[in-house]
């Protein structure tokens, strides 16, 4: 399509500047009659060229069958004649005028195409067109409604895994829940069993220093008794002392007394 269009604008182009070729033609003659010296001496070589140029381009149109002439080269010659150019001079300057302006349309037709060459090309693009259109369809009632099986087998696959994976997350869910509480009631026991055990410990604590301390009062108590005794039996001992040794003392002083009688 854009090669047509390209074409296209081409082709218009073409055709605006060949309604401005009268004035391009008026200057190439002026420049011709201005050079008509020069041109009369290589008549000779441009008419050996001006022949071998009318049979390549009657082949050419041969070949190419739709190709026109742009001006009247007979009404030109016969201008040219009026105005001071021999025939010979004059055919050489249309063969030279013939030659420029198919070259320019060779350069211009390089890049055109025409109207039936056009449509060709538009009815084999079309054509093709419909050809994919054509494979579009098969291939979407074939090939895309195989994908399209496959695409919901797979979306059917991937709900019932969805499903799979959620109701193994609740039942983790519910296993871990339960696991959690079971573990938080055990734990409380063994908290409760540990503060019953402590509470037990502390108690027997108790009872042990209140025992304790009963047993230190007793021993108090008996210490202090024995010590008592002790002092009452000391003292009873000091006392048969003193006696023993009052006596003993007396005694002595006796038997003192009596040998300083007896001496005396």
């Known amino acids: 399509w854009t090669s047509l269009k390209l074409r296209t604008l081409c082709f218009e182009r ?19 009659i201005y050079d008509k010296e020069l041109l009369s001496l290589s008549a000779g070589s441009l008419q050996l060229e001006h022949r071998r140029d009318l049979e390549h381009k009657r082949r ?14 007979h009404a030109l010659v016969c201008l040219l004649e009026e ?77 019932r895994l969805k499903q799979q994976i959620m109701d193994e997350v609740v039942k983790v869910r519910t296993d871990t829940k339960l696991d959690f509480n079971l573990e938080k009631s055990r734990v409380k026991e063994l908290y409760s069993l540990n503060e019953r055990k402590l509470l037990e410990m502390r108690t027997e604590m108790v009872a042990l220093h209140a025992q304790q301390d009963r047993a230190v009062t007793q021993t108090d108590r008996k210490i202090d008794t024995e010590v008592a005794g002790l002092k009452t039996m000391l003292e009873s001992h000091k006392l048969d002392n ?23």
């Open 83 to 159: 105005n001071g150019f021999t025939t010979q001079q004059a055919e050489i300057t249309v063969s030279a005028l013939v030659k420029i302006t198919d070259a320019n349309m060779d350069i211009v037709y390089k890049d055109m195409v025409t109207k039936m060459q056009q449509e060709i090309t538009v009815q084999q693009i079309m054509s093709q067109i419909a050809n994919v259109k054509k494979d579009m369809i098969i291939l979407e009632k074939s090939e895309f409604s195989a994908l399209r099986a496959e695409n919901e087998k797979i979306n059917v696959e991937l709900h």
């Open 60 to 73: 050419d149109f041969t070949s190419y069958g739709n190709r026109k002439l742009y001006f009247d080269t």
């Open 242 to 264: 003193i006696k023993y040794l009052a006596g003993s003392v007396f005694t002595c002083l006796t038997v003192a007394l009596g040998f300083y009688r007896l001496w005396i």
């Open 14 to 32: 073409h055709h605006q500047e060949s309604e401005s070729q009268p004035a391009e033609w008026e200057r190439v003659f002026a420049n011709y």
